[in-house]
């Protein structure tokens, strides 16, 4: 059967109405493919231990979350400075912080902690740990010019010619660095330079 020229189909006029119902179907198809994925298309932070794959390194640990081997009697720590680097080469950012007890008058001997995440099977939670001691507050020095640069913790250590020097005013400064080598961090200086030399 033949239609002649000047009687319309039932659908081939196009109506708005057509045009939205087309609309809504397809977007209702584009957002229906974007939820379906298959299982092993979404990005993950794992490593494959066969494949020695390195994983996203976690953040690195923070300074203030972690407890330092210092007693402060009365006194809260402060830590006065921290740095963040990858000091052993095992890709996770360790922190390094400089603490000391906090004081209103002189300056108090520092501490350098390097601190690292949490122990292990811990899924990452709990308070950073503190891996090593690179200047106790012991050893009565102070910390100035603190940096840690391509895994080199470096600072000018602070110190006294004599029992003599009030311990407000350092009058001995030595730089110093400390660098991960043999599993350990290595302490070097260089020749320390004194306030008082020359006069």
């Known amino acids: 059967m033949q239609f002649t020229a000047g009687q319309d189909l039932p659908h081939t006029r196009t109506r708005a109405l057509h045009w939205l119902a087309t609309a809504a179907a397809l977007a209702a198809v584009?957002?229906?493919?974007?939820?379906?994925?298959?299982?092993?298309?979404?990005?993950?932070?794992?490593?494959?231990?066969a494949s020695g794959a390195?994983?996203?390194?976690?953040?690195?640990?923070?300074?203030?979350?972690?407890?330092?081997?210092?007693?402060?009697?009365?006194?809260?720590l402060d830590v006065v400075d921290s740095a963040v680097g990858d000091l052993d080469g095992d890709g996770s950012p360790e922190t390094v912080a400089v603490v000391r007890c906090h004081t209103e008058t002189g300056t108090p001997p520092s501490g350098v902690?390097?601190?690292?995440?949490?122990?292990?099977?811990?899924?990452?939670?709990?308070?950073?740990?503190?891996?090593?001691?690179?200047?106790?507050?012991?050893?009565?020095?102070?910390?100035?010019?603190?940096?840690?640069?391509?895994?080199?913790?470096?600072?000018?250590?602070?110190?006294?010619?004599?029992?003599?020097?009030?311990?407000?005013?350092?009058?001995?400064?030595?730089?110093?660095?400390?660098?991960?080598k043999g599993g350990k961090f290595v302490q070097s200086e260089l020749p320390a330079s004194s306030d008082t030399e020359g006069v």
């Open 30 to 49: 584009v957002a229906a493919a974007s939820f379906v994925q298959p299982p092993d298309a979404t990005a993950t932070a794992t490593t494959d231990a």
């Open 54 to 76: 390195r994983a996203a390194a976690a953040p690195a640990p923070d300074p203030h979350a972690a407890s330092y081997p210092v007693d402060c009697g009365p006194n809260r």
């Open 113 to 180: 902690y390097v601190l690292s995440g949490p122990a292990a099977g811990r899924t990452g939670k709990g308070a950073p740990r503190v891996v090593a001691t690179l200047l106790a507050p012991a050893q009565q020095r102070s910390v100035e010019g603190f940096a840690v640069r391509d895994g080199v913790v470096a600072a000018t250590l602070l110190g006294y010619s004599s029992t003599g020097v009030p311990r407000c005013c350092p009058d001995v400064r030595v730089p110093t660095k400390w660098q991960w």
